[in-house]
T-cell receptor, first 113, second 111 residues
Framework: KAGVTQTPRYLIKTRGQQVTLSCSPI?????VSWYQQTPGQGLQFLFE???????NKGNFPGRFSGRQFSNSRSEMNVSTLELGDSALYLC????????????FGPGTRLTVL | QKEVEQDPGPLSVPEGAIVSLNCTYS??????FMWYRQYSRKGPELLMY????GNKEDGRFTAQVDKSSKYISLFIRDSQPSDSATYLC???????????FGKGTRLSVIA
């Protein structure tokens, strides 16, 4: 069974631009969560989608948004990029009610210049 | 007080040593306790999880939860150089609530 895939793996943007990251979950997994990982703050939860609905949301500004499609694939968008948005963005998928058994993708490394 | 505290290390041990990794937490509502391993430039990989209190063993890895002390541990027996990675604890209230991660402990096992 294929794992969680994320595209692109690396991205360089400049301040003020916007970016869209994509995540394909493990087949059969309908819950997709997004995390931001930085050296200073560690892994922080952004949001979780299940059946195309945002079910949980972390403490991030509205510039961070996401969506989920009917095939469970998910995208997250960051608008008006800031230098502090430079991070590894991780996507994780799980079965319903099994957030304690999440499987992570390799992440997208975003650098904002 | 942060919800989850984890010593960032780095922790360096000789091959074959027993490694002890720990996290403390403040929220008594946590019921699920997970340990993830993250190699450089990779996503975290779930090692094991424990529900409520007690011990759980999987090969060379043992997870312990002490809810009265709000303290969780991961023990690695007969450590190998391939165990060199960052170990993250993660906690949650239920199967439908987001995970709260510790900042991770970087472990190096020296051959």
């Amino acid at each position: 069974k294929a794992g969680v895939t994320q595209t692109p793996r690396y991205l360089i943007k400049t301040r003020g631009q916007q970016v869209t990251l994509s995540c394909s979950p493990i087949s059969g997994h309908r819950s997709v969560s997004w995390y931001q990982q930085t050296p200073g703050q560690g892994l922080q939860f952004l949001f979780e989608y299940f059946s195309e609905t945002q079910r949980n949301k972390g403490n991030f500004p509205g510039r961070f948004s996401g969506r989920q499609f009917s095939n469970s694939r998910s995208e997250m968008n960051v608008s008006t990029l800031e230098l502090g948005d430079s991070a590894l963005y991780l996507c994780a998928s799980s079965l319903e009610g099994k957030l304690h058994e999440q499987f992570f993708g390799p992440g997208t490394r975003l650098t904002v210049l | 007080q942060k919800e989850v505290e984890q010593d960032p290390g780095p922790l360096s041990v000789p091959e074959g040593a027993i490694v002890s990794l720990n996290c403390t937490y403040s929220n008594s509502a946590f019921q699920y306790f997970m340990w993830y391993r993250q190699y450089s430039r990779k996503g975290p990989e779930l090692l094991m999880y424990t529900y409520s209190s007690g011990n759980k063993e999987d090969g060379r890895f043992t997870a312990q939860v002490d809810k009265s002390s709000k303290y969780i541990s991961l023990f690695i027996r007969d450590s190998q150089p391939s165990d060199s990675a960052t170990y993250l604890c993660a906690l949650s209230n239920s199967g439908n609530t987001p995970l709260v991660f510790g900042k991770g402990t970087r472990l190096s096992v020296i051959a």
